[in-house]
T-cell receptor, first 111, second 113 residues
Framework: RKEVEQDPGPFNVPEGATVAFNCTYS??????FFWYRQDCRKEPKLLMS???SGNEDGRFTAQLNRASQYISLLIRDSKLSDSATYLC????????????FGTGTSLTVIP | EPEVTQTPSHQVTQMGQEVILRCVPISNHLYFYWYRQILGQKVEFLVSFYNNEISEKSEIFDDQFSVERPDGSNFTLKIRSTKLEDSAMYFC???????????FGPGTRLTVT
């Protein structure tokens, strides 16, 4: 069973659209949650941490649902520069400082 | 803005050789990590390092691998007796906060021939 699962996409959306990604995790002891973005052949870059109460950073909103064990990322008013792969990352309490990455969801924003 | 740096950017080596990948984490960070990403696949955790010792390691991180912080700035990953399947991008990351927000270096692409 995979620790973290994401819909690989691809998601192709027009500029200005709103798009949402979901990610599920298998371990109920998971403690910390993150969204990273990765451009082609580049390193992952932290987009935002995901807090229990949900959090927003500009056009990006992250939500955590512990009961259903999923995390979501909402991008409003998509820009061409949002085109990337979005990685869901989870850290489990019982494995301490070990992080599990999803395979990523590919987003292409079309002019 | 402080950043994690890695050298070399690309390393080509023959099967059976040893390689050392180098990383300079952000200077005030305390936690250090190595990950690998095989082309087209997901990022995989290898090892985390804190207070001069390994804190966690994955199943991938077997006796072939070792890490070291030889001085106050460098953090290295040594791969002994490389195999073809070790070919991947290796990322170093660091974080200095209790909420585990990691910052990644640009990676070293390792090609084993």
């Amino acid at each position: 069973r995979k620790e973290v699962e994401q819909d690989p996409g691809p998601f192709n959306v027009p500029e200005g659209a709103t798009v949402a990604f979901n990610c599920t995790y298998s371990n109920s002891a998971s403690q910390s949650f993150f969204w990273y973005r990765q451009d082609c052949r580049k390193e992952p870059k932290l987009l935002m941490s995901v807090y229990s109460s949900g959090n927003e950073d500009g056009r990006f909103t992250a939500q955590l649902n512990r009961a259903s064990q999923y995390i979501s990322l909402l991008i409003r008013d998509s820009k061409l520069s949002d085109s990337a792969t979005y990685l869901c990352v989870v850290n489990n309490l019982d494995t301490g400082n070990q992080f599990y990455f999803g395979t990523g969801t590919s987003l292409t924003v079309i002019p | 803005e402080p950043e994690v740096t890695q050298t070399p950017s690309h390393q080509v080596t023959q099967m059976g050789q040893e390689v050392i990948l180098r990383c300079v984490p952000i200077s005030n960070h305390l936690y250090f990590y190595w990950y690998r990403q095989i082309l087209g696949q997901k990022v995989e955790f290898l090892v985390s390092f804190y207070n001069n010792e390994i804190s966690e390691k994955s199943e991938i991180f077997d006796d072939q691998f070792s890490v070291e912080r030889p001085d106050g700035s460098n953090f290295t990953l040594k791969i002994r007796s490389t195999k073809l399947e070790d070919s991947a991008m290796y990322f170093c990351a660091s974080d200095g906060t209790p909420n585990y927000e990691q910052y990644f270096g640009p990676g070293t692409r390792l090609t084993v021939t």
